[in-house]
Structure formats: C-alpha cells, structure tokens
C-alpha cells in the first residue's frame, strides 16, 4: 500500500514538473505571438494582455519596408551551404578516423579535433576575427568556412565514435564483393549513419540559422551581408526598441526552425544517445 501511495505522489509530481517546464517554454512565445499582431502603443499599455483586434500592419510593414527578403536569401544561402559542406566533410572525415584509429597519425588527428570542444569559443573570437580580415574573408564565404570548421569538434565526435561502433564485417564483405573504399563508404556506412546523418543535419541547422555572434564579425562591413539575427537586433537602438516589429521578425524566423525541430527531435535524441555510447 505504501509502494502505491508513493508511486501516486512521484506521478502527480512528475507532471507537476512537466507542466513547469511547459509553461516555462511556451509563456514567452505565446508573449511574443500575441504581441505581433498589436500597434507599438497597444503592447506598450498592457503588453501580456490579447490583442484588441487582428492587425497584420507590423507583418506588412516587415515585408514592404525594409530589407527583410534579402536578409532570408542570405541566412538561407549560408545555412544551406554551410550544412551541405558540414554533411559532406564530417562524416568523410570521421570514416577515415574511425577506420584507422590504431594508427597514431589518425588517432592524433581526432584527438586534435577533440581539444576544441574544451576550448569556448569566446577565446578565439578575436583571433579568428582578425585572421578573417587579413584573409579578406569578412563575407559569405568566410562565415561558410568558419561555420564548417567548427562543426568537425562535435561532429567528429559523435560520427567517429557511432561509425566505430558498426560492425566492419558489413563493409568487408562489400570489398570482398568488389567495392572500393569510396564504394564501400557511399553505398554502405552512409546509409547506417543516417541517424547521426539527421543529429547533425538538425542541429547544425538550428545553429547556424539562429547564430548571432559570429555573423556580428564577420558581416559587419555592410549592412546588404546581414543575416536574419543582425537585422532582428537593428530594431533596438540607443533610446528605442520598437519591440513588436522585433517579435514579428523573431516570430517569422522562428517558424521554419520550430518545423525542422518538431519533424526531426527524434533523430536527435537516437543519434546522440547512439554517438555516446558506441565505440
């Protein structure tokens, strides 16, 4: 009886906790939904109070006077192309490691990648910076480069350590059959990974679609480079932040992002919790 009773408690607790961290979640996007449809003076004089009426003048005004278009096209450009070049190299990258862990030039290699994960990144910030500029890489291309360098850290890890973990009579089986290494890797270790595939396809996305400091870098030489982040903060100024227009920018840039995760959470929970442990 006493074993019922405490189950009883620890499930109403549980929930409790759940329904916390749900409000906890929710509150501020509901907050932020709420506040795009109103006029700056009507959030100004109840800001968590429903608005009045529908009013999609704040959307309108997003799409018609400003630059919004071109800032999407670039964050899409350079979060597309970075995570093309992240999907290519890392896994390439981690096969190779992961096939050759024995010898010591590979096993240096990976644990070399592996030291930037203990580094922050609020360290190489500047150096990386001024080693941009003297590149004259402060633009696109540059952000691509840098967003595809900092992905091997994690990446690496999790793919080398998954990829260890399959097992290689598979993939000698195919050589023996006629593939080559290129073979072996494209038409078999490719489709094995795809959980890992889709974590760091998610991930990598939120990421760099969501990042703010390093676009603030390496992009601020003119205002036609910026990305979405960098537009939505030109909204504050000195004395003023016209905070409803904001939410409507963050509210816009939020959806693709809200649907990416929502279709995909799932292979991030499977292929981190795989990454960790195999190997």
């Known amino acids: 009886m006493r074993q019922k009773k405490d189950g009883r408690i620890w499930y109403w607790l549980r929930n409790l906790l759940l329904l916390a961290g749900l409000v906890m979640i929710l509150f501020p996007l509901w907050l932020v939904v709420i506040n795009s449809f109103k006029p700056l003076e009507e959030a100004s004089a109840n800001f968590f109070a429903l608005p009045k009426s529908i009013n999609f003048q704040n959307y309108l005004e997003l799409f018609t006077n400003s630059n919004y278009w071109i800032y999407l096209k670039n964050s899409i450009i350079i979060t597309v192309t970075s995570v093309a070049l992240i999907l290519i190299f890392v896994p390439s990258v981690s096969y190779a490691i992961a096939r050759n862990f024995e010898r010591r030039y590979y096993k240096a290699v990976y644990y070399y990648l592996l030291m930037g994960l203990f580094i922050p990144s609020q360290v190489i910030l500047l150096p990386v910076t001024k080693m941009m ?45 006629g593939c080559s290494v290129f073979q072996t890797y494209v038409r078999i270790v490719l489709p094995l990974v795809k959980p890992m595939i889709s974590t760091i396809l998610i991930m990598d996305v939120l990421w760099i679609w969501n990042d703010f400091m390093l676009p603030l870098l390496i992009l601020n030489r003119s205002q036609s480079i910026w990305t979405l982040p960098l537009f939505q903060y030109n909204f504050k100024t000195e004395y003023s932040f016209d905070y409803t227009m904001a939410f409507t920018a963050y509210l816009l840039a939020m959806l693709p992002m809200l649907i990416v995760y929502c279709m995909g959470q799932k292979y991030i929970v499977k292929g981190l919790t795989a990454g960790s442990v195999k190997g």
Do not use: C, K, W
């Open 133 to 177: 500029s003297n590149l004259n890489l402060l633009n696109h291309q540059g952000l691509i480069i840098l967003y595809a360098a900092f992905s091997l850290t994690q990446g690496v890890f999790l793919f080398v350590n998954y990829i260890r973990g399959l097992p290689y009579e598979i993939e000698e089986s195919a050589q023996m059959d």
